[in-house]
């Protein structure tokens, strides 16, 4: 199964960590990455300390656990390969729609694009069998 697929009609809750330079670690809630071409993923941000850590550090992991009992779902270990400040493309992809005068309040969103290096279950270390 290919991770597009993965993610279609499920439901759960999204981190994604990442570090400064001095490997201070934030942690963030986030949605399903958006899948794209060449094997890419991307995640629409705003101008907060998540961007900012990736300014300084591309690497970056994004875990999804499933909703439900138990501990289901995988890891994705990520590095940044660009970013970009397409309004056009960032509105064609956001899920979440907000008034232009709310969504201006919040500042600036960027479209953040990420290699997938590897792809781990949630727990331990196993290949959930999932390609790009």
Same mark, same amino acid.
Do not use: C, W
């Given at each position: 199964m290919?991770?597009k697929?993965y993610?279609e009609?499920?439901?759960?809750?999204?981190?994604?960590?990442?570090?400064d330079?001095?490997?201070?670690?934030n942690s963030?809630? @986030?949605?399903k990455p958006? *899948? *794209?071409?060449?094997?890419?993923?991307?995640?629409? *941000?705003?101008?907060r300390?998540?961007?900012k850590?990736?300014q300084?550090?591309?690497?970056?992991?994004?875990?999804?656990k499933?909703?439900?009992?138990? @501990?289901?779902?995988?890891?994705? @270990?990520?590095?940044?390969?660009?970013e970009?400040?397409?309004?056009e493309?960032?509105?064609?992809?956001?899920r979440?729609?907000?008034?232009?005068?709310?969504?201006?309040?919040?500042g +600036?969103?960027?479209?953040? @694009?990420f290699?997938v290096?590897?792809?781990?279950t949630?727990?331990?270390?196993?290949? +959930?069998g999932l390609? *790009?």
């Amino acid at each position: 199964m290919n991770i597009k697929n993965y993610f279609e009609g499920i439901r759960g809750t999204g981190i994604l960590a990442t570090s400064d330079r001095a490997g201070n670690v934030n942690s963030a809630v @986030y949605a399903k990455p958006h *899948m *794209m071409e060449g094997n890419k993923v991307a995640f629409i *941000m705003r101008q907060r300390l998540t961007h900012k850590n990736l300014q300084e550090n591309p690497h970056a992991n994004y875990l999804f656990k499933l909703d439900g009992k138990g @501990y289901e779902g995988i890891r994705l @270990y990520l590095e940044k390969t660009a970013e970009k400040q397409d309004i056009e493309a960032i509105s064609k992809l956001q899920r979440r729609k907000r008034s232009s005068a709310e969504d201006s309040e919040l500042g +600036p969103k960027f479209l953040v @694009y990420f290699k997938v290096k590897k792809i781990l279950t949630l727990v331990g270390d196993k290949s +959930p069998g999932l390609s *790009m």
